[in-house]
């Protein structure tokens, strides 16, 4: 059984689709992390699975119940954390938390104040008294204290300081390995991803890209350095070519899921000399997203 | 849900408390400079706008932080029924428009009623509550409003003015308020959901839904359509009331005439022998008019004043105010402000109450069957005259020669005029039964001869609005009383018949559930309730007008049928949604526009951005 299903799911926004034929599985268990460019799908996709925006077209299942359907039983199984943090400054962070404990069956009121201990803040303080970082650490140890069984992070760590994010990444791992919770991960720090992420989905316009474990996609990222001694030919209809740049003279390709091969074509075009380095995942997944970005060409399909 | 209760209260109770000493000064300041209980409807209705602009504007701050989408999902997103969080949000809003509204409004009535020797009734007490549902209606109204996120869902505003505007008993009000506040409650109840803008799923939620926006909506369209259309013809200088001359034969061109020129018009269609010699002798004569002088006597209870109730006796510094309860009115001394007694309908000290609330038109005080007298120099108070219930005084004597001329909803009637001292009881001359409805007069022309007096009566007042047999009638009434018709003329169609049965064929269904308010008494003269609801289902309506309707219901059906092909409903649904159409005309069709939004088109190839596999 998956965690998160979806099948041929479309949402469209007047002239606009938000998701195109989106076909995802997370299966349960593990920390999966979701990346893309700003307007990917991201937000819409779980705003679907909130059960907050309706498919224009397709399916999605989160829990193995329909999104459109949820219970309040499921929504209490279901945590969700965006990055704006909100959270009804009116309230003071002890009232909240109580609220909260009350409302939620498998409330852990350990892990709350463990999670909170890493930030500067008082039960009796305001939530409008605090700084955007204290108020995501606040928002992200409700969120965990919940004991979900999915648990859905929009862009959760902006805002907080390196230790703070460092305690949250670790209660994150905690959660994921000691309770066999689902972990849904949208970040752009790479960083985070490769530390904590044990699968990787990359959107793109509101379709899938592409699934694997990073370090799958980090071996199938390959960055080859070409010289060129007389006029640079022409390299976009080299198969996988994700990016080109020119820097001093030398040719710059981030090519994805080519092997050996590849250097020989580019010596058939003309390389005096060609080398082949890795890529980091953050390179990678910037190499992977600007082919959307600039050229606004062909991708490859998903992998 | 008690958590999210009492979260809500605490996040407005710093603004509540501030708004509730700030309405309790102002209320405070008013009871000094007035006495605000005793302003008719019209000051009252501005007040009740006010506070219903409260009541909106609140919803309207309080849901448009929480429609936010991050915020709603925070709000949404948890183990509870989206129900049970609209409910705890709405009872915490109660919570706080009592204490910002009411309670300052029932102090202030409370204060009144024990501080000072104002008259107090429990009508007023329940004014509070009335006005306590109103905020709250207007509330779930701007809730509903703001969680639509639809401009044209602000129709349902209208459903709390047209359901609890109606002069009547606070208690006759009370259904019709509870029915307001559950037809909102269950909207605003509605759209409390994780996908706001999603139609509906079940019938009686789309019922409970579809309802309030139907009335809206059929409103929105008869105002906006008539002031359109009548816009329209001023600008193309048709419209007959704007018009320097207006339409030959209509009602328009007799009410403008005065009452020469009234006559000339009726003798004119005439075909007695005599309206010849009247014609030339009728510019020659002083002719003078009747016309009633209220078409509504307040109602006992009532929730606001229909007119002043209070009449100062300015030698003795004493203000009589009536009062519902004793039905006798409370003395005030100006000064003082002490207690001065009561005034019955025997006059000063009379503990007799009065048969009805009266209207005080000067120095007379007249009930619907009794007119009364009082003389402020001998201070004499004198029962001059009555009729038989039900029919119904509606206005005082009008003095034209030697005569009185009593007009009440059946009849003209003449009496002797009698000596100032009024010691006499007046004397019958003759009576004539009215010869149209009395909803339909707009005045009485009277012209003295020597052999008797000539009557001319206009009866199109309510033509623009579809009620039948607008005429013009002139009767010779000899010195004996006897009437004779000289003539009958139909008045012609100053409005074309679409626009006076528009309110009908705009949707008939709606228009007789509007009716339904008719039944609740609010001393309207000439219509019973029940009368007034049975005319208006069983009116005539033109084969014009006929056509009109099963036109209007046909392309709204037509429209719901194509808006429905790319709302991606099942079969059933889009032709129960076409047959409510078809039945309830174009204002549901609005409602379905609201209720059930269109996808958004297939993209093109161009616009789609589908990119392809490598």
Redesign the interface.
Known sequence: MYAIETDALCL????K?AL??LSLALPRGGIHAIVGANGAGKSSLF?IL?????P?GGSARVLGCDS?A?T??M??R?G?V?E?H???G??RIG?LA??QA????QWNAERYAQVLRNFNVAPSQKIVQLSRGERAGVNLALALAQSPDLLILDEPTLGLDVVAKRAFLEALLFISLEEDATIVYCSHQMEEIERVADNLVIL??G?LRHMSAPGDFCERVHLWVAEFPFRLPDLSNL??LLELRVIDGLAHLMVFGQGEEFGNRLRLLGARSVQQAPVGLDRAINGFLAR?HVANA????AA | MKELFLSELRRFRGAALIAAGVHLMLQLCASRLSDPLLLSWQPHAIFLLFYLLCGFGFAVYQFGTYRQPSRWIWLLHRPLPPLRIGAALGAASLCLVLLAIGLPLLLAVGATDLLSARTVDSRHYTMVLFVVVFCLNAWLAGAYVMLRGRVSAVVVVLLPALLMGRLAAGSGLLLPSAVCTLLLASLALGAFKPERTAPPRRWPALLAAGLPLQLGFYFTLLWGGSLAFQYGQMLAGAHPLNRPVAPAGGHTELTRADGRAAFALGLAASNDPRAAHWARQVPLLDIESIAPMTRQFPVRHAITNLDSTQWVDEERHTAWTFSHDSMRFDGVDLHTGAARGSFGAGGEGSAQPFDAVPLMLGNWIMTPHRLYRRDPVTRRFTELLRVPAPETLTGVPKEIGARWYVLTDRRLVAYARPDNSLAQPVRLLFSIPLPGRFTGLERVDIAPLLDGALLSFNHGRRMAEGEPDARQTILFVDEAGRAQLVADRLLAHDFAPPFEHKAWWLSPVTHAVLALPALIENGDIGVAGTSEFTDTLTRRRPPEVWAWAVAAALLSALGAWMWLGRAGVAQARRLGWTLAVLLLGPPCLGVLALLQPRLARAPSPALAGAPATA
């Not at chain 1, 909130?50 to 309706?54: D, I, R, S, V, W």
């Not at chain 1, 062909?298 to 399909?301: F, I, K, Y």
């Open positions: 469209r926004y007047k002239n689709a195109h034929n705003r909130l059960g907050f925006a309706t224009t459109g949820l309040p039983a929504r209490g279901i969700f965006n704006e909100t959270l009804p009116w309230m009232e109580a609220m009350r409302q939620y069956p793109e316009r379709a198969p996988g959307g062909p991708l490859p399909s």
